[in-house]
C-alpha cells in the first residue's frame, strides 16, 4: 500500500453532532501546511493509495463508498472529483450529477432520483450535489417546494425537520447494507468566490462555467450560511458525519478530501478474496489445461 503522510486530516474536519457551528471553519485554514508544493506531493501519492484501495474494493465486491459533495458555486467541487479519482478504474467508479429536479423525479418522493443512481457493492460512487439541495436550495427558494406537488397537509412547519429526519433513515439503511457514506461541505469565502466568479469573465476558455445565476444566488449568501449550518447540525451522525472543509485553497481542499476517502477505506480492511478449496481446485485444473494447449 502506498504510503500517506497526512492521514490527521481526515479527523480534523469531520463533524458528527449537533454542536457545529459554520463560523468557526476558516474557509482559508491549511492546517499550518504552509507548502503547496508538499501538499500537491502528498495529493498525488494519495491517487496511488486510492488506486490500490479501489481494486480491492471492486475485488471484495462486499462494500460499496458514496462520495457526497455540496457547495456554493465555485467552491471547487468538479476540480476535486476531478482530482481525488483521477487514478481510479473507471469501470469502478459512477458519478451522478443532481441539478433541477425533471417532471419524472417530482412526481416521486424527494429521495427516488438518489436511490436509482446509487453505487454497486464494490463501487465508488460521487454525487456532484444531492438529495441535500431539498433542505438547501429548496428551503432558500420556498417557491421550488410548491412545484413538488406534495399534499397541503403534508406541508407543515416543521417540513426541514422531517426532511433532515428522512436523510438521515436513509444514511442508517445504507450504511447498513454497506455502502460508506463520505459527506463533504466544501466551504469557500464570498471573496473567493467573487474572484473565481470574475475569473471566469476574464478567461474566454472559462466563460461557459459562468451562469447568471451565479450571481442572484450570490446574493442569497446569508440564507445559504444558515441553510448549510442547519443541515449540518441536524445530519451529521456518528454513522454518516459531514466533513467541512476549507475550500479557499484547492490545493489543501484536495489534500483533505483525499485524506478522508482513504482513511474511510483503509478502516475497512479490504483484502483480496480468498479462494475456496474447490475454487482453488478449479484454478489448479484451469492452469494444467491451458498450459496442455501451449
Not at 485554514?29 to 495529493?43: C, E, N
Not at 451522478?96 to 454497486?120: C, G, I, M, Q
Amino acid at each position: 500500500m502506498a504510503s500517506f503522510p497526512h492521514a490527521e486530516l481526515a479527523r480534523r474536519y469531520c463533524v458528527s453532532d449537533a454542536k457545529f457551528r459554520l463560523s468557526k471553519v476558516n474557509p482559508g485554514d491549511t492546517a499550518g501546511l504552509k507548502s503547496k508544493d508538499k501538499a500537491v506531493d502528498a495529493s498525488g501519492a494519495a491517487v496511488t493509495a486510492l488506486c490500490e484501495l479501489q481494486e480491492l474494493l471492486y475485488a471484495q465486491n462486499e462494500w460499496s463508498v458514496l462520495l457526497l459533495f455540496q457547495a456554493m458555486d465555485a467552491a471547487g467541487k468538479d476540480g476535486t472529483i476531478k482530482h481525488v479519482l483521477s487514478g481510479v478504474n473507471p469501470q469502478g467508479c459512477r458519478v451522478a450529477t443532481f441539478k433541477a429536479p425533471s417532471p419524472a423525479e417530482l412526481s416521486h418522493d424527494f429521495l427516488w432520483r438518489a436511490s436509482n443512481v446509487l453505487p454497486h457493492r464494490g463501487e465508488i460512487g460521487v454525487f456532484n450535489r444531492s438529495y441535500y439541495e431539498e433542505v438547501l436550495v429548496v428551503r432558500v427558494h420556498p417557491e421550488f417546494l410548491e412545484k413538488q406537488g406534495l399534499p397541503k397537509p403534508l406541508l407543515p412547519k416543521n417540513i426541514w425537520a422531517e426532511r433532515f429526519q428522512s436523510i438521515n433513515d436513509f444514511e442508517r439503511h445504507l450504511t447498513r447494507s454497506g455502502t460508506v457514506v463520505l459527506k463533504f461541505f466544501l466551504h469557500v469565502s464570498p471573496e473567493e468566490q467573487r474572484k473565481r466568479l470574475l475569473d471566469r469573465l476574464d478567461e474566454k476558455e472559462k466563460n461557459w462555467k459562468f451562469e447568471k445565476g451565479d450571481l442572484k444566488e450570490r446574493k442569497l449568501w446569508g440564507q445559504y450560511m444558515t441553510a448549510y449550518e442547519q443541515m449540518v447540525q441536524n445530519t451529521a451522525t456518528e454513522f454518516a458525519p459531514w466533513y467541512v472543509v476549507p475550500a479557499d485553497h484547492k490545493w489543501f481542499t484536495r489534500l483533505v478530501v483525499s485524506s478522508v476517502v482513504i482513511e474511510r477505506m483503509r478502516a475497512l480492511g479490504l483484502r483480496v478474496p480468498v479462494l475456496s478449496a474447490t475454487e482453488e481446485k478449479e484454478v489448479v485444473a484451469a492452469r494444467a489445461a491451458l498450459k496442455a494447449r501451449t
